[in-house]
């Protein structure tokens, strides 16, 4: 067989070994668990075996040889002739990851550098009776073969390398029958075989004789290189048939010299076999050139072709259109509707071909799931902590970049989960808890979402010792500390820095290690979420976008220009008025429910220039847009609507811009930037101390909020905290002997609900009820009661200062109704204590008298 | 790169920035359209323009006049964009005018003066029907100032 270029189908051999190594480390953790149980057995065996047959084929030796000891331990243990010992399973586990580092040799052209013979050899430890480690040392035997082909300086080198590497080199001649069909093609066959076996050196007559030559004559001979003793070669050989006679003679540093007996084998040019075996030297590659592949279901290429088929379709129909348009005597009306069809079909094939192709890019998070039981267990065992690992939701399929980016972080966040959150057996048996502490790991879709969980039932975050270790390592102030929220401070874990564990060991706790999931996650438009409970567990949740490729995004203009904001980090989009807006120092800030929203101009920080008109604007758009725990609001001038954007890169002669991700096309061809939300979050997360302490102030002289409402023609206001709606008017249930001032009772969602005629209440005079009239339900401690207003205005934000006390002259019962009264513009607006108005005794006084 | 040899077998595109002449061998022009609609980038060097739409990749533009420090034109309806091969990347500059597509006589070319700009930014200069015309060394064009700034 001719050695071609194997690197074509290295992809396909990393993904299978990468695939293989996986049911090895899964299919172990089982066996630890039930080391009696023979499907598993056979599992491993099956996956070693495959292992080795694709690395032989693709001539990694070394690769080879270890799976080939792994494959003999597991036949052994198949054959019951060995126990499976936690030791054992130890020591499996180092063949693995000797095998895994084997496979990055590949990848990295390192092969050569690579030591493997110490796992070959604890590994044959392991082989109990035959002692065939000892066998294949290659002691120059007492009795010395003799050897019928004579060999080349660099065959002979070849042969000795092998020889102090430990391998036994063999001459293997090989007879077939005269009769048998085929000779050549039997020949390659045993070829190939030996080349399972070992590496086959030399071959007489050469490859390339065996492969052309029709009058061969059913003789050749191999030097093979191997670890594999002489009985298990015939039995190689043997498995092809028609063979006449096998000779395996050992080839040691005696014989390899002597001059040979001249047999009646053909001998071939030792030039070309020489070539030959330059060109497998060559193939342990210096730098391995692999080319990522993805294998996808055949019935979702199936499904793209129909598409394909689809929109070709379209395509001659729209040629069609365009030939008979241009015809004189065309029916346009007609053509247009065709092509108004067409248009639509197309349109859906392309976003169904869209989310075809995507899929194909989607692989199920099993894949990377599947890496995390050994580690635990690894890491379990060096914390010495119990721990039951679950994993949920390996099928949800998520962008096979993803699953590459979002390996690191997951690891951490498990060894974190393992290392900080379980207590040790002991401290969880004080704490009344089971002894194994649990660690779960979930996978999700939530709508355009992936979300990954990783729970554990351990000791918890506790907020008040991150605040500590924060002002201890100077990230915080104490004055910052106190002000803190619980939350705000968890977040803290991922600034560099700033580790709660006691000691650093070697699994984690020197601090770092947060601060690189967080931007890892950040870098795939991601957001992080903490939830902690003291002494109950920690739950870390990762929300990522489906695909990076493509993606749900806002767009916004900022003067002339059209950007993209990611929609995963939009939370919402809201319009401050002006005034809402207050300058600290020399930043703007918002503020939005009572919180302080740092805000962004980001037309001044692109450098686009201002309109006119935007002094003359009374509100502004503010996008808030979040990045892991931080939000910001971005300054547009306008929102256009989301949209789903492919993202392409900008060059690299351009490079990295400021505050941009890449760019995108639009539907009219115009090109779009995208923000990269990170990178502006990340500026504004630098403010300055006096910034965060004036930002405080600012929260809190909270302003308070009224619904404000006509009363004749007095406007008059509710503390929004204690309304609870605002309805029309329904059909209202007279009550039999209520009191004067209750209208009757409506039914509101289910609930009956009295209605006081506020007008009464208050002793103005009545009046019909208009279509402007309105009832608003406030919240009382026994029961919710409605008020009847003649008009609603609005919802009105005043700030506490701004609230004056009522005036002294007011009859002594009102002014316990009114809270104060403010002044806005030339309005006056008298503020009611609506619980006043529902439980004054006067209210009652005046009920019971009526 | 052997100017008589090149000079020999190329054909040559001509176009004028600034009222002067200037060139680049057919070989290296990918092609050349009228100015589409060019989108701003914020925070890039000034020497690039902007990007542009071309059938579904985005390009770089870059700014040739102000590579070779000459004032800003008008725009034109005759301005054409040339989307030249840079490294790895196909990338555009406009140009006032596509003047002709020629080839230059061996004998009337020089390598450059040896003034040290013109040595960066040019292979040589061909004479054709009296005018002087500067065969542009493109990668230099490109990358030079590029990598400096």
């Given at each position: 067989m001719k050695d071609f270029d194997m690197s074509a189908y290295l992809g396909v051999y990393l993904d299978e070994a990468d695939e293989q190594i996986q049911i090895l480390d899964t299919e172990i953790l089982l066996l630890e668990n039930e080391p009696t149980n023979m499907g598993i057995i056979q599992n491993i065996f099956r996956a070693a075996h495959t292992l080795k047959g694709s690395s032989a084929s693709m001539g990694f030796e070394k690769m080879k040889e270890l799976t080939h000891n792994l494959e003999n331990v597991f036949d052994q243990i198949r054959n019951s002739e060995l126990t499976v010992t936690s030791d054992l399973i130890n020591?499996?586990?180092?063949?693995?990851?000797?095998?895994?580092?084997?496979?990055?040799?590949?990848?990295?052209?390192?092969?050569?550098?690579?030591?493997?013979?110490?796992?070959?050899?604890t590994l044959n430890n392991y082989?109990?009776?035959?002692?065939?480690?000892?066998?294949?040392?290659?002691?120059?035997?007492?009795?010395?073969?003799?050897?019928?082909?004579?060999?080349?300086?660099?065959?002979?080198?070849?042969?000795?390398?092998?020889?102090?590497?430990?391998?036994?080199?063999?001459?293997?001649?090989?007879?077939?029958?005269?009769?048998?069909?085929?000779?050549?093609?039997?020949?390659?066959?045993?070829?190939?075989?030996?080349?399972?076996?070992?590496?086959?050196?030399?071959?007489?007559?050469?490859?390339?004789?065996l492969e052309s030559e029709e009058d061969f004559n059913g003789e050749m001979t191999f030097i093979v290189l191997t670890m594999v003793v002489k009985r298990e070669v015939f039995d190689i050989i043997n498995q092809i048939p028609d063979i006449k006679h096998v000779n395996i003679n050992e080839i040691t540093e005696g014989n390899i010299d002597k001059k040979f007996v001249d047999d009646e084998v053909l001998e071939a040019p030792p030039t070309a076999i020489s070539t030959q075996e330059q060109s497998t030297q060559a193939n342990v590659p210096q730098k391995a050139k692999v080319n990522a592949t993805v294998r996808v279901d055949v019935e979702k290429l199936e499904y793209l072709m129909n598409l394909v088929g689809e929109l070709v379709i379209d395509q001659t129909r729209l040629v069609d259109v365009r030939t008979r348009l241009t015809e004189k005597d065309s029916r346009q009306e007609d053509d247009i509707e065709i092509l108004d069809e067409i248009t639509s079909h197309i349109s859906r094939v392309t976003s169904e071909l869209q989310e075809g192709m995507m899929k194909t890019r989607m692989l199920p998070?099993?894949?990377?799931?599947?890496?995390?039981?050994?580690?635990?267990?690894?890491?379990?065992?060096?914390?010495?902590?119990?721990?039951?690992?679950?994993?949920?939701?390996?099928?949800?399929?998520?962008?096979?970049?993803?699953?590459?980016?979002?390996?690191?972080?997951?690891?951490?966040?498990?060894?974190?989960?393992?290392?900080?959150?379980?207590?040790?057996?002991?401290?969880?048996?004080?704490?009344?808890?089971p002894k194994v502490g649990k660690v779960e790991l979930l996978a999700a879709h939530e709508e355009n979402h992936i979300v990954i969980k990783i729970s554990d039932d351990g000791k918890g975050i506790d907020p008040e010792k991150i605040k500590s270790i924060a002002i201890k390592k100077g990230t915080l102030s104490e004055e910052e500390a106190k002000e803190m929220t619980d939350k705000d401070a968890m977040f803290l874990i991922f600034k560099s820095g700033v580790s709660t564990a006691k000691k650093v060991t070697d699994i984690s706790g020197r601090g770092v290690g947060m601060d690189i999931v967080k931007t890892h996650i950040e870098k795939l438009n991601g957001i992080i979420d903490i939830d902690s409970v003291i002494g109950e567990g920690t739950t870390f949740t990762i929300k990522l976008p489906l695909t990076l490729a493509i993606i749900r995004s806002l767009l916004v203009k900022f003067g002339e220009q059209t950007f993209a904001i990611p929609l995963v980090n939009v939370l919402e989009i809201i319009r401050l008025n002006k005034k809402d807006i207050q300058m600290i120092k020399d930043k703007e800030f918002g503020l939005v429910r009572g919180r302080v929203l740092p805000l962004v101009r980001m037309k001044e920080k692109l450098g686009i220039e201002n309109c006119e008109e935007d002094h003359l604007k009374k509100k502004e758009f503010v996008i808030v847009v979040g990045m892991a725990?931080?939000?910001?609001?971005?300054?547009?001038?306008?929102?256009?609507?989301?949209?789903?954007?492919?993202?392409?890169?900008?060059?690299?002669?351009?490079?990295?811009?400021?505050?941009?991700?890449?760019?995108?096309?639009?539907?009219?061809?115009?090109?779009?930037?995208?923000?990269?939300?990170?990178?502006?979050?990340?500026?504004?997360?630098?403010?300055?101390?006096?910034?965060?302490?004036?930002?405080?102030?600012?929260?809190?002289?909270?302003?308070?909020?009224?619904?404000?409402?006509?009363?004749?023609?007095?406007?008059?206001?509710?503390?929004?905290?204690?309304?609870?709606?605002?309805?029309?008017?329904?059909?209202?249930?007279?009550?039999?002997?209520?009191?004067?001032?209750?209208?009757?009772?409506?039914?509101?969602?289910?609930?009956?609900?009295?209605?006081?005629?506020?007008?009464?209440?208050?002793?103005?005079?009545?009046?019909?009820?208009?279509?402007?009239?309105?009832?608003?339900?406030?919240?009382?401690?026994?029961?919710?009661?409605?008020?009847?207003?003649?008009?609603?205005?609005?919802?009105?934000?005043?700030?506490?200062?701004?609230i004056e006390l009522p005036p002294v002259m007011n009859e002594k019962k009102n002014r316990k109704l009114i809270k104060g009264i403010t002044k806005l513009d030339d309005r006056v607006i008298t503020l009611i204590n609506c619980n006043k108005l529902l439980y004054d005794e006067d209210f009652i006084d005046s009920t019971s008298t009526a | 790169m052997n100017l008589s040899n090149d000079v020999e077998n190329m054909q040559f595109v001509v176009f004028s920035l600034n009222n002067q002449l200037y060139s680049l061998s057919v070989k290296e022009v990918v092609e050349i359209l009228r100015v589409p609609k060019i989108t701003n980038v914020p925070g890039i060097p000034h020497l690039i323009k902007g990007v542009i739409n071309l059938r579904g990749s985005i390009i770089t533009i870059i700014n040739l006049h102000e590579r070779f420090q000459l004032p800003q034109p008008e725009s034109d309806?005759?301005?054409?964009?040339?989307?030249?091969?840079?490294?790895?990347?196909?990338?555009?500059?406009?140009?006032?005018?596509?003047?002709?597509?020629?080839?230059f006589d061996v004998e009337e070319t020089e390598p450059p003066f040896g003034i040290k700009i013109d040595k960066d930014l040019f292979v040589g200069f061909a004479k054709l029907d009296g005018e002087v015309i500067g065969i542009l060394n493109i990668e230099k064009v490109l990358y030079n100032e590029h990598l400096a700034g």
């Amino acid at each position: 067989m001719k050695d071609f270029d194997m690197s074509a189908y290295l992809g396909v051999y990393l993904d299978e070994a990468d695939e293989q190594i996986q049911i090895l480390d899964t299919e172990i953790l089982l066996l630890e668990n039930e080391p009696t149980n023979m499907g598993i057995i056979q599992n491993i065996f099956r996956a070693a075996h495959t292992l080795k047959g694709s690395s032989a084929s693709m001539g990694f030796e070394k690769m080879k040889e270890l799976t080939h000891n792994l494959e003999n331990v597991f036949d052994q243990i198949r054959n019951s002739e060995l126990t499976v010992t936690s030791d054992l399973i130890n020591v499996i586990f180092s063949t693995i990851d000797q095998i895994k580092v084997l496979k990055e040799a590949i990848v990295e052209g390192k092969l050569d550098e690579i030591d493997i013979s110490s796992s070959i050899e604890t590994l044959n430890n392991y082989k109990n009776g035959k002692a065939k480690p000892t066998e294949q040392k290659a002691i120059p035997s007492k009795s010395e073969d003799t050897l019928h082909v004579e060999l080349d300086i660099y065959q002979k080198n070849i042969v000795r390398q092998g020889l102090t590497l430990g391998h036994s080199a063999l001459e293997v001649t090989v007879k077939l029958h005269q009769e048998a069909m085929m000779k050549n093609v039997r020949a390659l066959l045993i070829h190939n075989n030996l080349k399972e076996a070992g590496e086959v050196v030399a071959s007489f007559p050469s490859i390339e004789t065996l492969e052309s030559e029709e009058d061969f004559n059913g003789e050749m001979t191999f030097i093979v290189l191997t670890m594999v003793v002489k009985r298990e070669v015939f039995d190689i050989i043997n498995q092809i048939p028609d063979i006449k006679h096998v000779n395996i003679n050992e080839i040691t540093e005696g014989n390899i010299d002597k001059k040979f007996v001249d047999d009646e084998v053909l001998e071939a040019p030792p030039t070309a076999i020489s070539t030959q075996e330059q060109s497998t030297q060559a193939n342990v590659p210096q730098k391995a050139k692999v080319n990522a592949t993805v294998r996808v279901d055949v019935e979702k290429l199936e499904y793209l072709m129909n598409l394909v088929g689809e929109l070709v379709i379209d395509q001659t129909r729209l040629v069609d259109v365009r030939t008979r348009l241009t015809e004189k005597d065309s029916r346009q009306e007609d053509d247009i509707e065709i092509l108004d069809e067409i248009t639509s079909h197309i349109s859906r094939v392309t976003s169904e071909l869209q989310e075809g192709m995507m899929k194909t890019r989607m692989l199920p998070i099993e894949q990377l799931f599947n890496r995390f039981p050994r580690m635990v267990r690894d890491t379990a065992m060096k914390a010495n902590k119990e721990i039951k690992f679950n994993m949920h939701g390996k099928e949800t399929e998520l962008d096979r970049t993803l699953i590459e980016e979002i390996s690191d972080p997951i690891i951490h966040l498990l060894r974190n989960a393992i290392d900080h959150g379980i207590e040790t057996p002991e401290e969880r048996e004080l704490a009344g808890k089971p002894k194994v502490g649990k660690v779960e790991l979930l996978a999700a879709h939530e709508e355009n979402h992936i979300v990954i969980k990783i729970s554990d039932d351990g000791k918890g975050i506790d907020p008040e010792k991150i605040k500590s270790i924060a002002i201890k390592k100077g990230t915080l102030s104490e004055e910052e500390a106190k002000e803190m929220t619980d939350k705000d401070a968890m977040f803290l874990i991922f600034k560099s820095g700033v580790s709660t564990a006691k000691k650093v060991t070697d699994i984690s706790g020197r601090g770092v290690g947060m601060d690189i999931v967080k931007t890892h996650i950040e870098k795939l438009n991601g957001i992080i979420d903490i939830d902690s409970v003291i002494g109950e567990g920690t739950t870390f949740t990762i929300k990522l976008p489906l695909t990076l490729a493509i993606i749900r995004s806002l767009l916004v203009k900022f003067g002339e220009q059209t950007f993209a904001i990611p929609l995963v980090n939009v939370l919402e989009i809201i319009r401050l008025n002006k005034k809402d807006i207050q300058m600290i120092k020399d930043k703007e800030f918002g503020l939005v429910r009572g919180r302080v929203l740092p805000l962004v101009r980001m037309k001044e920080k692109l450098g686009i220039e201002n309109c006119e008109e935007d002094h003359l604007k009374k509100k502004e758009f503010v996008i808030v847009v979040g990045m892991a725990d931080k939000r910001i609001g971005i300054i547009a001038d306008r929102t256009l609507g989301n949209q789903e954007i492919v993202i392409k890169s900008l060059g690299k002669y351009i490079g990295s811009p400021p505050y941009i991700a890449g760019a995108t096309i639009m539907g009219d061809g115009s090109v779009a930037l995208i923000l990269e939300i990170s990178s502006i979050v990340r500026d504004e997360g630098t403010q300055s101390q006096l910034n965060i302490e004036k930002q405080q102030q600012l929260e809190m002289t909270k302003d308070r909020q009224f619904v404000t409402f006509k009363l004749e023609d007095e406007e008059y206001g509710f503390d929004i905290e204690e309304t609870k709606d605002i309805v029309s008017v329904p059909s209202m249930t007279k009550v039999v002997n209520a009191p004067k001032d209750v209208l009757g009772l409506i039914n509101l969602r289910g609930t009956m609900l009295p209605v006081v005629d506020l007008r009464s209440r208050l002793n103005i005079k009545q009046k019909e009820v208009t279509k402007k009239s309105r009832i608003i339900v406030t919240e009382g401690k026994q029961q919710d009661i409605g008020f009847l207003v003649d008009e609603v205005t609005q919802v009105l934000k005043i700030q506490d200062d701004l609230i004056e006390l009522p005036p002294v002259m007011n009859e002594k019962k009102n002014r316990k109704l009114i809270k104060g009264i403010t002044k806005l513009d030339d309005r006056v607006i008298t503020l009611i204590n609506c619980n006043k108005l529902l439980y004054d005794e006067d209210f009652i006084d005046s009920t019971s008298t009526a | 790169m052997n100017l008589s040899n090149d000079v020999e077998n190329m054909q040559f595109v001509v176009f004028s920035l600034n009222n002067q002449l200037y060139s680049l061998s057919v070989k290296e022009v990918v092609e050349i359209l009228r100015v589409p609609k060019i989108t701003n980038v914020p925070g890039i060097p000034h020497l690039i323009k902007g990007v542009i739409n071309l059938r579904g990749s985005i390009i770089t533009i870059i700014n040739l006049h102000e590579r070779f420090q000459l004032p800003q034109p008008e725009s034109d309806k005759k301005n054409r964009v040339f989307i030249v091969q840079g490294d790895n990347e196909n990338i555009g500059f406009i140009v006032d005018e596509v003047k002709m597509v020629t080839k230059f006589d061996v004998e009337e070319t020089e390598p450059p003066f040896g003034i040290k700009i013109d040595k960066d930014l040019f292979v040589g200069f061909a004479k054709l029907d009296g005018e002087v015309i500067g065969i542009l060394n493109i990668e230099k064009v490109l990358y030079n100032e590029h990598l400096a700034g």
